[in-house]
Structures are given as structure tokens and as C-alpha cells.
């Protein structure tokens, strides 16, 4: 995709502006006029002589030079045949505004299909069709139907909803955020976000990403590409369409598929991407990122006239994980030669409520020189002597002068009062925040992009594993027609790639089970072995803690009894009587295929912890050692395999071991599509872990 051409083009033709005033093909031609847009515009329309005092053309054939961009605003019935005049023209570049895809059902989606076969066949890239059109501020054009021109600015925007892309915009107007550029993606026929997020990741216009995605187009180049951009640049997106009714919306709304939310989530810190959940959020952030620089490490300062917002700031900072600065002897010293006896010279320091700016100005000015400060978030109330204009010019004038790259941040509280401060902390680019909470979770997010630009990538681990073994069972099971596996298969497929299983073997009857019993040792798990029975669980198939002969023979009769009451079609090929795994701590790791992303990883504890509580972590395989490390460390329960109370710690190392070795199974057998070991019992550290069940699903 040409970057220039395409934001920026020399010329510019709208295929379908109208004569009339409030038509969209009108409106998008005053626009780009209105614009300043420093090139040539064609309007094109047989019907029209001129419009606006610019010549119309009956054909983008007859317009006399060459076009680097077409805005298409016909009926969706006629755009296949202006597609081809504009190959015939050498035009590389349109927007297609029309509606009538797929948003509308089958016959729409096939229109778009053909669509874009034909366009790709041209060689033309396409943005939308049914999108708002985009807007580049810098070159400067609106080649959109949306009201407002937004001021210049660093941050970037892609929407999937035009409607919403014309409320942010509006919003935005108010609060005096500008742009770099904006894109409405509409149904992402031919240009997604993967293809924006890449053009501006290198374009300098541009220091943050920010983007309302409904779904994603192609999961795999979305991580890849997002992962090498979010390196350079922040990437901040809300994602819709996270509950299973908003799922609906999205697919009725755009036809795009939605994948699950916890797919999104893994996907998203993989990439390096920010999510955020509300609008307000996503321009918390991005202002933040556009406007200061991001802190070398996690330890912030808090100045401010009132101890409740200080406790405030304080409670929040705790709880998103960041320090306060512990300040140096010299600091604290220089602090108590002017503050009063009242203020608190320590981290929050309180200037009290009668501070006027010039207490701010030198309280800012000392601690925005300590190294142990990493951040600084200035807090005002505005009581009866607050200077909040006066008090948000000393700031700015700190942040001017300092020869130190640290980000600050305010939070004036009020509304009247402090409108005219926070006026002034806008125009000198210091991000201002209702609440201090506000703050802290921002200046979180950046401390992550920090560490996440200073992180180095991990490779991916291989194991000598026996894929050939792998292949003839999924190969047999496929020539079966079966595509879930048995237990005996699962084990098969669970060996091949290094993963420990209990001692078992199958037994025809109640004098070979007691044999192989006798074998492996007391106590023994029974379980029922058929094809047709998944989960042996609910027709009593299974049976743990056997300690003798006499309760092996008991268990057995009454699985078989059991199963044959529920089942009694199953053919069953008999029972597994298998080692019973002691001292152990219960885990669980599922596969599931995400449409959108691949193979998705589950880790988290068994039982009720899994079952009630879902406390779990996912990832998009294939993971790293360090991605592995992290997913355990997530789950909430994780200090139950840590130890507590003097209990020696779980194998977590083995856990590590098992995961990795799972996310290359999935990556070299991209047909499994569900894939459950559970429990996987985890022993001491030290003593490995063993997958005690296992069960796999494949695709035909």
C-alpha cells in the first residue's frame, strides 16, 4: 500500500459528487475542498456540467491527468464497471464509501467478494466499502463524509463504525485532542487495520495508534504485525462485541466474525497492544503517550493541596503495581526550608490547602530533580486561596525547564474553578485527569510500554518430539471417520511429544486387572476404554483411590455396570487400570481453536478453581518459556503452587516444560481443535508433573 499516495495524494477525483447540498457525494467533495487539500480534485458525474465551480467529468476516462486516489460514492450495483475505468486510468488507490455489501446478507457478500477479486486483479487497494471515508490532518485532506476536520495532532485513529468515528471526532473537537490522520475501515474488504497499523508505524507524523475494532481480519499477521509495531509506537484499541449478545451485534452489523474475548485479551498481550474499555480511556491513554515522554522506571511522586486525593493517588498506586519515590535526604531537606511546619515532606508531599503556586512551583521544581523520581502526578483542589492558573503556568514552566525526561501528569479537580488551569495544562500538552485514579492506571500503562520496547523477544523452544507417531494416529482416526480420540490414542499422542503419563494398561477382565494392579502397585485408578465415551465421568466410567484386590473388584464390576446403563451401545474394549498419582497438586491445560487467532492455550488450576472460580490464563500458541512463566503466574491461586504455610513448592518449571511442549503440538498439528490434559498433576519441585487425563478433538 503507498503510503503517500494514499493520505496524501497529488490528485483526487470523486466518482458520484452531487450537484445537490447535503448529498454525501456532495458533501464529501466540499470537504476535501474545505479541507485545504493542497491538490487537484475531480469531480466525476455524467449529469453534471460543474459543481461548485469545478468542471465535472461524465468519466474518470476523461478527466486530462493522472489520479492517485478515487473516493467512490455510486450505488454499490455500478461500482464493478468504475473499478475497471479506473484500472483503464492506472488509478492504485480508492475509497469505496458505498454501501450494499455484506453488511446487507449473502448477495451483498458476494457482491464484495467479486469486488474485490476484481480489484486485486487490477491492482487497486480499496478502503472500505460502506466506511466514512479518512482524513489526514497534516497533508492536510477530508476525503469523508463526517462534519469536522480535526486539528493537527500525533495520535492516529482507525474505526470499524463510521457513526462512532463521527461522535469520537465531535468529542474530540471539545476536548482538543487532535489527529494525525483518521480511518473509517467500514468492512475491511482489502485494507484492515493490519495494513494501517504497518503504514504508521513508520509514518513521523504519527507517535501513537489508536483503534475501534469490531473483530479482526487475519489473526496471525495481526500479532506478527502489531508485535513489530508496538515496538516503535504505543497501539491502544477497544474491542466490542466481548459478550456473546455484543458478539451478534458485530456480525449482524459488519459480517465480521467475532472471536472470543479471551482470545482477544491473549492476542493483545502478546502483540504489545493496550487495551482499553471505554472511549475515554483510549484518549486517557493516547494524549499521554502523544504528549509526554514515557518513565525509565516505576517510582512516582505525588504533590498535592489535599490529603484525601493524595491518599487517593496513593490507594490507586498500590494497586496498579507502582512505587512511590522514596525521596533523598537532600530533597526532603530542601523541601522543609520553605514549606510550613503542617506539610508533609515525604512521598505524598501535601503542600496544604492555603498553597498558592509559588509553594507548587518550588515543591515541582526540587522533586522533578531527584533521580529516584521516575514520574510526577501534581494534584489540586480548589479551595478558597487556589491559584489553578497561575498554579497550571508553574507546571508547565517545570516541565519546560527541567533538563530531565520524565513524564508529568495533573489531576485538577473541580469543574468552574479549575477549567481555566486545565485549559492552559491542555494548550502546553500536560495530560489533565478528573480523578487521580485516572492518572495512576495512565501512567501504568505507559510504565508497561516501557518495559514492553525494553523487552527482548524470547525464542520459541523445540522439542525432539515423534511426529510421525502423531500423524499415524490422526491418520487412522480420520480413515475411521472419528474425530475424537480415545484415551488409549491421547496417551500415544502425549508420549510422542515428552509429556509424562501414569504406568496403565488395559485389562479384558477382573483377573488381569488385579494382575496389572499387582504390577504397578496400590493405589490404582479404573477407568472404562471405548470409542464412543469421551466423558467417563458422566456414565460412571471412572474410578480412583482402588487400594486391593477386593475394592478392584467391586469398582470394576460396577463400571461396567454403570456404563452399560447409560451407554449400552458403547463398545467398550475394557478397563484401564492405571498408576494413582500422590502428593500432587491438580492443574489443568486446554487447547481450543480460535477462529480468528489459531490454537489458544488455557492454563490454570483443576477442580473447583477451574470449574467455579475460572481462574485461568490464556495465550495464542506458540509461546515462549518467559509467555509460559507468565500465564502461571497470572492465575490468582498461584501462591497454592508457590506454598503456603511451610508447604514445599509445586514443580512449576514442569509446568513450563508441559506448556511449551503442548503449544508445539498444536503449532505442528494445526488440525487438533480441542485439546484438555486434566487434570495435570503437578508434583513437588523436582518431581515433574504427569498428565493424568487427556482428551483431543481434531478436524475432518
Not at 460502506?130 to 476536520?149: R, T, Y
Request: overall charge neutral; hydrophobic content about 40%; some cysteine.
Amino acid at each position: 500500500m503507498s503510503f503517500k499516495d494514499f493520505f496524501c495524494p497529488d490528485s483526487v477525483a470523486v466518482i458520484g459528487a452531487a450537484r445537490e447540498e447535503g448529498k454525501v457525494g456532495r458533501i464529501i467533495f466540499d470537504n476535501i475542498i474545505d479541507s485545504g487539500f493542497k491538490g487537484k480534485v475531480f469531480p466525476i458525474n455524467p449529469k453534471a456540467k460543474d459543481i461548485n465551480g469545478h468542471k465535472c467529468y461524465s468519466s474518470i476516462i476523461d478527466v486530462p491527468q493522472d489520479i492517485q486516489l478515487a473516493v467512490i460514492v455510486i450505488p454499490a450495483q455500478y461500482i464493478s464497471r468504475t473499478l475497471e475505468e479506473c484500472s483503464e486510468k492506472g488509478i492504485k488507490n480508492a475509497i469505496v464509501i458505498s454501501a450494499g455489501f455484506k453488511e446487507t446478507g449473502i448477495k451483498g457478500a458476494k457482491r464484495e467478494k467479486r469486488l474485490i477479486e476484481k480489484a486485486r486483479d487490477y491492482g487497486i487497494r480499496i478502503l472500505g466499502p460502506n466506511c466514512l471515508g479518512m482524513i489526514d490532518s497534516q497533508c492536510p485532506i477530508n476525503a469523508s463524509f463526517s462534519a469536522n476536520m480535526p486539528s493537527k495532532g500525533k495520535i492516529g485513529f482507525i474505526s470499524q463504525s463510521g457513526a462512532l468515528l463521527t461522535s469520537v471526532l465531535d468529542w474530540a473537537k471539545a476536548s482538543k485532542i487532535g489527529f494525525s490522520k483518521v480511518v473509517s475501515l467500514g468492512n475491511k474488504a482489502d485494507i484492515s487495520e493490519n495494513g494501517i497499523f504497518e503504514a504508521w508505524g513508520d509514518d513521523p507524523n504519527t507517535d501513537v495508534i489508536t483503534a475501534y475494532i469490531e473483530g479482526v481480519t487475519n489473526g496471525r499477521d495481526f500479532i506478527r504485525i502489531s508485535s513489530k509495531v508496538s515496538k516503535k509506537k504505543p497501539v491502544i484499541i477497544i474491542k466490542s462485541g466481548n459478550t456473546d449478545a455484543g458478539a451478534r451485534a458485530v456480525s449482524s452489523h459488519t459480517g465480521t466474525l467475532a472471536g472470543s474475548n479471551k482470545a482477544y485479551d491473549a492476542a493483545f498481550k502478546q502483540s504489545g497492544i493496550i487495551r482499553a474499555d471505554t472511549i475515554k480511556e483510549l484518549f486517557n491513554y493516547g494524549r499521554a503517550f502523544s504528549y509526554q515522554p514515557l518513565p525509565e522506571g516505576k517510582r512516582v511522586a505525588i504533590i498535592t493541596n489535599a490529603g484525601g486525593p493524595g491518599i487517593m493517588a496513593t490507594d490507586a498506586c498500590e494497586l496498579n503495581g507502582i512505587q512511590l519515590s522514596s525521596f533523598y535526604d537532600e530533597t526532603i531537606e530542601k523541601l522543609k526550608n520553605f514549606l510550613p511546619d503542617a506539610a508533609n515532606l515525604y512521598n505524598p508531599v501535601d503542600v496544604l490547602g492555603d498553597a498558592l503556586s509559588d509553594r507548587y512551583k518550588k515543591t515541582l521544581e526540587i522533586v522533578i530533580k531527584d533521580s529516584n523520581v521516575d514520574a510526577v502526578l501534581v494534584l489540586l483542589t480548589p479551595q478558597a486561596m487556589t491559584e489553578g492558573l497561575e498554579t497550571a503556568k508553574v507546571i508547565a514552566g517545570a516541565m519546560e525547564k527541567t533538563n530531565r525526561k520524565i513524564p508529568i501528569m495533573t489531576s485538577f479537580m473541580g469543574g468552574a474553578e479549575v477549567k481555566s488551569g486545565i485549559n492552559h495544562l491542555i494548550k502546553k500538552k500536560i495530560p489533565n485527569f478528573d480523578i487521580p485514579e485516572d492518572a495512576v492506571e495512565t501512567l501504568k500503562v505507559m510504565m508497561d510500554q516501557s518495559d514492553w520496547i525494553k523487552e527482548k523477544p524470547r525464542p520459541i523452544v523445540e522439542y525432539n518430539v515423534d511426529e510421525e507417531r502423531v500423524k499415524e494416529v490422526f491418520d487412522r482416526c480420520k480413515a475411521e471417520d472419528r474425530l475424537e480420540l480415545g484415551e488409549l490414542e491421547a496417551r500415544k499422542i502425549l508420549k510422542a511429544y515428552g509429556i509424562a503419563i501414569p504406568k496403565a494398561k488395559v485389562a479384558r477382565d477382573i483377573e488381569e486387572a488385579k494382575k496389572i494392579a499387582e504390577e504397578i502397585g496400590y493405589p490404582v485408578v479404573l477407568k472404562i476404554v471405548s470409542p464412543n465415551i469421551l466423558h467417563k465421568t458422566d456414565v460412571g466410567g471412572i474410578k480412583v483411590g482402588i487400594e486391593d484386590d477386593k475394592e478392584l473388584e467391586d469398582n470394576y464390576d460396577d463400571i461396567l455396570f454403570s456404563v452399560k446403563k447409560y451407554m449400552p451401545g458403547a463398545n467398550i474394549s475394557g478397563i484401564l487400570v492405571q498408576e494413582m498419582v500422590m502428593d500432587k497438586k491438580e492443574t489443568i491445560i486446554g487447547i481450543n481453536e480460535d477462529p480468528q487467532f489459531g490454537p489458544m492455550i488455557m492454563f490454570g488450576l483443576g477442580g473447583i478453581y477451574v470449574e467455579v472460580l475460572k481462574d485461568v490464563a490464556f495465550r495464542i500458541a506458540p509461546i515462549s518459556d518467559k509467555i509460559a512463566k507468565e500465564m502461571i503466574s497470572e492465575i490468582k491461586t498461584i501462591k497454592l503452587l508457590k506454598g503456603t504455610r511451610g508447604e514445599t513448592p509445586s514443580d512449576i518449571g514442569s509446568i513450563v516444560d508441559v506448556l511449551l511442549r503442548m503449544s508445539q503440538l498444536v503449532t505442528d498439528f494445526p488440525e487438533i481443535m480441542e485439546m484438555d490434559i486434566n487434570p495435570l498433576f503437578v508434583k513437588k519441585q523436582g518431581e515433574g508433573s504427569i498428565a493424568g487425563d487427556a482428551r483431543i478433538r481434531i478436524g475432518g
